[in-house]
């Protein structure tokens, strides 16, 4: 099922005054379960309407909002007149081009799953399907404050804020300026009482927010408070990779590898300057919502306020709102768009160019719901187009390795030619050196008796930091207080009742603790008693954030510690507020998990370390390797990045794993030409390909049922094609918020399509209270 053609049947337009007889009906795809299905509505308004075209109609009672696919002149027989339920309005005009359908359909077919599923994951969350009545019907005015013309007395602060006001153009959003721009409302308010400024109401998106700034307006402006504000005198490495990705023909791939601190996001912002100035829309994608405030500020810095912003930390009628300035810009000026993976699927057009930064990262990759699509993956289907594909990464992924850079003893059959355009930074901005690293051998910690988990290695470096006014960040990979909660009698591990794994301990602030699943998020008091034995002794066992802290604050007197994990950065600017305090000296110490390790610009930190390494070495999966490889770069980066030089400590009971050697030599690129090899040998991804199904019931029997059943039923299929199956197996966590899953994997050729029917198919007869996603690539193996 795909889009039918584009039929533009314009009912009043194309008549003086339409005849009354003259109705026109409407195929129209809305949601019915959990997939489209095409109704047929009549159009009793005389609505102006095209395919493409987002409407509200009634289904079942209710009313949803539909796409229209196109018009029908004649009705089927067998459909009385009488019956059809009639569109009641326009929602959005033109919501779906032919391109962007050719683009789902794209996504939809790499993904094995249906054009509505991707279509419904694709737009902002809320906008197609049943409508929810308490979402307010459209845009909702927002504050914008703008500086009036004329003296005032202001305070030093107020000042600040007319200044600021003055460098965007005279005005900008209250929530920005409260947000973002860090000033108070009471700031706000005395200006707007001393005639400085006036906070009226309007709408925004569309043209409301003022035309988003191009580079000319951008380098017109003063901005005396950052020096980011004006584009850097490009080094020689920077000059070159900038030069090629703005010769290179448009569809092309090219990857920007330079260390941390290399300047390469100060490459994506100059080629994004001359996108906007060519006239064509720019998206710059980084995996996590944590780099969101970073990127944006560096962005609005230098173009200004309209550079806009879209992920899931943005309201849903906010993303809704960016969407339709997508639309809009279609006819206008070109967008500097700033988000996550979702932000892919912007209806930017033309599109100039894609940045994905961190282009390694695993969050680009969608595991549920379907489609599970690989950001890189739709980046580059929407190249195809035109637009220019820019990876970026200190850390690059094996496959985008094997992009660029075939090995020359590979059988000639898996011997690509090179898809992509490698660009290096090899220094670090102002000659900085890569930090040295040093490892601590846990065991022999252990051997002279000293079991904190802390070594005293560490706790002399720690100090030492301290008494030069630096400051370090610590790697924990788990938050909370300790990984689970053990009897000391018979070795119980208290559970999650809902889920296959061990409750971690936390504490609240009173020294109060409880126990929490971070699968499902189940909290519960500390068990009294062991539910096996009876016993009363437990014994927490492995350390989270809150351990660790409580042992730097007891055995370093005085030392100031900020905890940085998902409990500690909720809200929409929980990772902003954190980083600034650390930033500005209000911690020596930043305890964190992983979301530490990625792209944080703090040059007073001079050390980085990370407790537990085994934990990340020793993950039973194929990529394993890789990832803690790039996580101990990336942390290592963080070192270093202003004028004391850097070092990094690693804690582990494995000092001679190969990824901690490479760690130490900092041959990034030698490890991964040796893990290529070693999985080419191994005809392991990305020498071929794998496909992973998973199924979820309330019922363990009906899963485990389902599961067999369809393994049975696609069996012939698979292996007449040459492909294996493995399976059907409990998944590594087999029962997750009260559902138990399972999984079947698909092994086969690369390159090869997969051997399973669609979808659709795949699905008819399977138990109903089971639910089965099929995920192409996955990620975890
Ligand atoms: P990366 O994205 O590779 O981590 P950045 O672009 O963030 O690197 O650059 C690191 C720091 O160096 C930033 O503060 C940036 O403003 C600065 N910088 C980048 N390029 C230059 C340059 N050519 N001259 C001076 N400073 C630069
Ligand atoms: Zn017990
Ligand atoms: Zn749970």
Redo the contacts with the bound molecule.
Sequence with gaps: MGFARQTRQVVAADAPGPPSTAVIYWQVWVEAGREGRIFTYANPQHLELAAGDLVRVPLRGRPHVGLVVEALQVLPTDLPVARLLAITALHQRAAVDPHWQELLQEVARQCHTTVFKTLKSALPPGWLGQSRPSQPAGPRPLSWVSAVEGVVVATPRQQQLLEALQQHGGGAWLRDVCGGWGFSRSVVDGLRRGGGVSVTARLPGLEAAGPPRGPAAASATVAASSS?SEP????TA?QQALAAILASPPGSELLLW?V???????VYLQAAAATLAAGSSVLLLTPEIGLIPQLLDRCRTRFGTGVLEFHSGVSDAGRVLVWRRCLAARRGEPLLVVGTRSAVFLPLQPIGLIVLDEEHDTSYKQDAPMPCYHCRDVARIRCRSGSRLLLGSATPSLETWLACHPLSSLRKSDARRPATTLLR?PDR?GGAQTPRVSVVDMRLELADGHRRLISRALMERLEQVRERGEQAVVLVPRRGYSSFLSCRSCGEVVQCPHCDVALTVHRQREGRAWLRCHWCDHRQEITERCGHCGSTAFKPFGAGTQRVIEQLEGELEGLRVLRFDRDTTRGRDGHRRLLAAFAAGEADVLVGTQMLAKGM?LPQVTLAAVLAADGLLHRPDLRAAEQCLQLLLQLAGRAGRGERPGSVLVQTYSPDHPVICHLIDGHYERFLDEELQLRHQARLVPFSRACLLRFAGGSASATATTAAALAERVRPAVQAAGWELIGPAPAPVARVAGRHRWQLLLHGPAGTPLPLPEEQMLRQGLDGRVTLSIDPDPMEL
């Design positions: 980011d850097r005198a490009l080094n920077q330079g941390t601190g290399s300047g390469k996001t100060e930074l901005i610009d």
